[in-house]
């Protein structure tokens, strides 16, 4: 008799009919998700475990496989395959024959993933956080909540610092929060002035794209989900396009190589005499205990009664204002870097719909439109959560 089984995987529900999950081939399963009904397995993340069906290397990564976009949508171009996946194949009239069906045409803008399915993949990210802050850890005062129409008075309406509490020996201590703290002293916040990166802080940007990504289950279910889609056909492959789109320096003044998605949303700049960017809650915490961040008030405060939240808010950084500063609050930074990454990737320039805890939240994305790197993928311009 056939029988109907029900498996959970990154928070999807998935039915497959069948006899049993015996399955020992490759045959029609290449860059399939791990399922643990099979006893082999048929995509990269095998190779790291050990557990690749005996003839993956054949069907999966031999002459055959180059014939098809499965695990290869938006590959950079390589002239020793026989045809192609990515953006620019339609133009050349090169595209693999099953091109459309499983890249989604490749236009960006992720339309072979639904919105529904980024939400479930947020909600199994959300539940992953396990490095987030307790309510313990971390004790804020938002104080004042002004409306939109008086963002931009710049008058101080919270007496008390808005971080009231952090533990950082139990916090700091953790490698992906150590990681970006190493990071976040690396730059010139003022647009106009060149980055200029030692080799060991070069290496502090591959040190946190592994804790936050290889090293966390978190990271991990992103890429997962990831290669599924097709969007990348190994997790090297992943890590640096992340490390292109996130650290790739682009000009924002005067030709300057003086800015990077990173740094934007990170760590914050300077241009034109305002706060540009600045997104990150462990930034706003770090400078305001240095007495270098005044918090003036908010003008939204997300629905969650836990870490994460969100807010938006108003404050004077060193001398510059800004009007509305929105973060995630009592996010981890693989949290933060794996929702922004999620968003960009499949939602480029657009708005990105997420669900926490049951919640809705939007986070905006902006493309880097002026420059590009690697036949024509774009830089991150910006992100941030949206009014919840």
Same mark, same amino acid.
């Given at each position: 008799?056939?029988?109907?089984?029900?498996?959970?995987?990154?928070?999807?529900?998935?039915?497959s009919q069948g006899h049993s999950y015996?399955?020992?081939?490759?045959?029609?399963?290449?860059?399939?998700?791990?399922?643990?009904?099979?006893? &082999?397995? /048929?995509? @990269?993340?095998?190779?790291?475990?050990?557990? $690749? %069906? #005996? =003839? +993956?290397? !054949?069907? *999966?990564?031999?002459?055959?496989?180059?014939?098809?976009?499965?695990?290869?949508?938006?590959?950079?171009?390589?002239?020793?395959?026989? &045809?192609? /996946?990515? @953006?620019?194949?339609?133009?050349?009239?090169? $595209? %693999? #024959? =099953? +091109?459309? !069906?499983? *890249?989604?045409?490749?236009?960006?803008?992720?339309?072979?993933?639904?919105?529904?399915?980024?939400?479930?993949?947020?909600?199994?990210?959300?539940?992953?956080?396990?490095?987030?802050?307790?309510?313990?850890?971390?004790?804020? =005062?938002?104080?004042?909540?002004?409306?939109?129409?008086?963002?931009?008075?710049?008058?101080?309406?919270?007496?008390?610092?808005?971080?009231?509490?952090?533990?950082?020996?139990?916090?700091?201590?953790?490698?992906?929060?150590?990681?970006?703290?190493?990071?976040?002293?690396?730059?010139?916040?003022?647009?106009?002035?060149?980055?200029?990166?030692?080799p060991e802080q070069l290496a502090e940007q591959e040190t946190f794209l592994?804790?936050?990504?290889?090293?966390?289950?978190?990271?991990?279910?992103?890429?997962?989900?990831?290669?599924?889609?097709?969007?990348?056909?190994?997790?090297?492959?992943?890590?640096?396009?992340?490390?292109?789109?996130?650290?790739?320096?682009?000009?924002?003044?005067?030709?300057?190589?003086?800015?990077?998605?990173?740094?934007?949303?990170?760590?914050?700049?300077?241009?034109?005499?305002?706060?540009?960017?600045?997104?990150?809650?462990?930034?706003?915490?770090?400078?305001?205990?240095?007495?270098?961040?005044?918090?003036?008030?908010?003008?939204?405060?997300?629905?969650?009664?836990?870490?994460?939240?969100?807010?938006?808010?108003?404050?004077?950084?060193?001398?510059?204002?800004?009007?509305?500063?929105?973060?995630?609050?009592?996010?981890?930074?693989?949290?933060?870097?794996?929702?922004?990454?999620?968003?960009?990737?499949?939602?480029?320039?657009?708005?990105?719909?997420?669900?926490?805890?049951?919640?809705?939240?939007?986070?905006?994305?902006?493309?880097?439109?002026?420059?590009?790197?690697?036949?024509?993928?774009?830089?991150?311009?910006?992100?941030?959560?949206?009014?919840?």
């Amino acid at each position: 008799m056939m029988k109907i089984i029900l498996v959970s995987i990154l928070g999807l529900t998935l039915f497959s009919q069948g006899h049993s999950y015996t399955l020992d081939t490759c045959e029609g399963r290449c860059g399939s998700l791990p399922d643990p009904g099979k006893t &082999c397995q /048929c995509n @990269t993340s095998c190779e790291r475990f050990g557990d $690749c %069906c #005996s =003839d +993956y290397e !054949s069907h *999966c990564k031999g002459p055959t496989s180059q014939l098809s976009c499965k695990g290869r949508c938006g590959e950079k171009y390589n002239s020793q395959n026989k &045809c192609h /996946c990515n @953006t620019k194949c339609g133009d050349h009239n090169n $595209c %693999c #024959s =099953d +091109y459309s !069906s499983l *890249c989604g045409g490749g236009g960006e803008g992720g339309s072979d993933i639904t919105d529904a399915e980024i939400q479930a993949l947020s909600e199994t990210l959300y539940a992953l956080d396990s490095n987030k802050p307790s309510a313990a850890e971390l004790i804020i =005062d938002p104080q004042a909540l002004v409306p939109d129409s008086q963002t931009n008075s710049q008058n101080d309406l919270s007496p008390r610092p808005l971080f009231q509490f952090l533990d950082e020996a139990s916090l700091f201590s953790k490698p992906s929060y150590a990681a970006l703290l190493a990071l976040l002293d690396n730059y010139n916040r003022n647009t106009g002035t060149t980055e200029d990166f030692t080799p060991e802080q070069l290496a502090e940007q591959e040190t946190f794209l592994r804790e936050t990504m290889s090293n966390t289950e978190l990271g991990r279910e992103l890429y997962a989900f990831l290669f599924t889609k097709g969007r990348y056909g190994s997790e090297k492959e992943f890590l640096h396009d992340l490390k292109m789109m996130w650290f790739g320096l682009y000009s924002r003044y005067a030709g300057k190589m003086d800015s990077s998605g990173f740094e934007h949303i990170f760590a914050g700049e300077i241009k034109g005499g305002k706060i540009s960017g600045f997104h990150n809650w462990l930034q706003f915490y770090l400078q305001e205990k240095q007495g270098l961040l005044d918090y003036y008030s908010h003008s939204f405060n997300g629905p969650w009664t836990s870490y994460p939240d969100v807010l938006g808010m108003q404050f004077m950084w060193d001398g510059y204002f800004k009007q509305v500063g929105s973060a995630l609050i009592g996010s981890s930074p693989e949290f933060d870097f794996a929702l922004y990454s999620l968003c960009y990737i499949t939602r480029p320039g657009k708005q990105c719909k997420l669900s926490l805890g049951g919640k809705p939240l939007l986070i905006q994305t902006y493309t880097w439109d002026k420059s590009s790197y690697e036949n024509g993928k774009k830089y991150i311009g910006s992100a941030f959560p949206s009014t919840p």
